[in-house]
């Protein structure tokens, strides 16, 4: 049996081992007994480690011999993306193996010794060398490397390699640390339809012992688990973004005080939602959540209701240029985020802009003349003459007007989709400490529709 492939045929060595593969593959392994299914599993995982190596230099010598240009692809990445369909993580790994191809580390992962992971702790130890030490250093640290890979797993295997280069080079702590710093990284994904976002971390070790920490604490088995007489069915995964959950509102708890910020989270639900508990708030960070998990994480924190009674003044007049946190609050009930056009920002990245008339030129605090812009909507209006004015026939509140001489005047930007504002601007905000104080309003709300039902039915 042999493999063609775009007119070539693999060779003979090839064809026998697929052909036993094949063979391989219509066993039945369903009374076999387990001593025989683990030598399966140890002589699998030895073809596995052998198989990585010729491949690393048969990959190596077709880069040699421009053996993807003379297959009509346009480079040996789009030979292994576009020829082969490999995802282009793997195939940049298929790369880095060919420039090891000959090395020793490889040479230990042809004969079955070294597994894959073995490798990469070999390889970003190498990496880990400063490019003072010379080919003897890197040399003694890959052999003695590939020794203890032979007796050790791969968690021991990376924290002898510590040791190692702490041995061999003890300064590279110090002289690391700005690139430590340089690739440390948090990133949170957008939410999909599912309202579920993904995140990615580097993280520089204080955040790793810190985070180690975090799962000690409150990731544990048992921890955080509302039902002491139900078993925890939580995976290790879910414990750790429970207690990460935890330990971040207790971070936010601590330090309202000293951020200033009026609350931890705001989240924009409006009343029709809360007394059906359906559909989702937005928060002011721009995070749609569910209306029950948005009341599950206001439990004993302070309500802020818009469309109440006279008890906090929202019109500041002259007495001072910035926004109070009540009329930010009252702010992001009304637009949600950027009143421009343009803009998706979540109002936790807007300023209060002075939508009238600007501070300098006598404008107001008060709530009916702010508006949200984000930082850069709100430099772009004394940078490049944008102009905005109060308009409640706007979706947004607030009408922005693009510069003279511009082709957006002839063709001004459509106006956000949205819903009107949430309320007159004029009204304040009263603060409820109490969600009693919420089912209350709720209760009433419930009772006028049901006395309207009634005298409609009568």
Known sequence: MSETVSGGTAGTELAVVLASLDQHLQRDWTDTPPPQLHAELVALEQIQRRIRATQARVMAAARATSTAREMGFINDRQMLTGGLRLAPGDARGRLDDAGIAESARMRASASGAVSAGQLRVIGKALDALSDECDDEVRDRLEQKLIEAAEKSTTRQLQDHA?????ALDPGRTERDAAER????????GGQGLDLMATASMTMDPQLAALMREVHARWGQPGRLWPDPDAPDTRSDGQRMHDAMVHALQLALSADARRTGAPAAIVVRVDLDQLTTLAGCGQSDGGI???????????????????????????????????ASRYQRL???????GCTHPDCDQDARHCE?????????????????????????????????????IPDRTAPQGVRWIPPSGTPRVAAPPPAKAGQQPLAPLEAPILPFALLRDLDDGIRRRFGAAADGERAKAA
């Open 162 to 166: 510590h040791r190692l280069l702490d």
């Open 181 to 188: 710093a340089r690739r440390r990284s948090v990133t949170c």
């Open 288 to 322: 749609r959540i569910p209306v029950l998990q948005a009341l599950s994480m206001a439990r004993g924190n302070h309500w802020f209701l818009a469309l109440c009674d006279q008890e906090m003044d929202l019109k500041l007049y002259r007495s001072r240029r910035t």
């Open 330 to 336: 009252a702010l992001f009930a009304a637009y949600g």
């Open 352 to 388: 209060a802009h002075h939508s009238a008339a600007p501070w300098s030129a006598g404008g107001l605090t008060n709530i009916d003349q702010l508006a949200l812009a984000s930082g850069d909507c709100h430099a772009m209006i004394h940078a490049t003459g944008w102009r905005t």
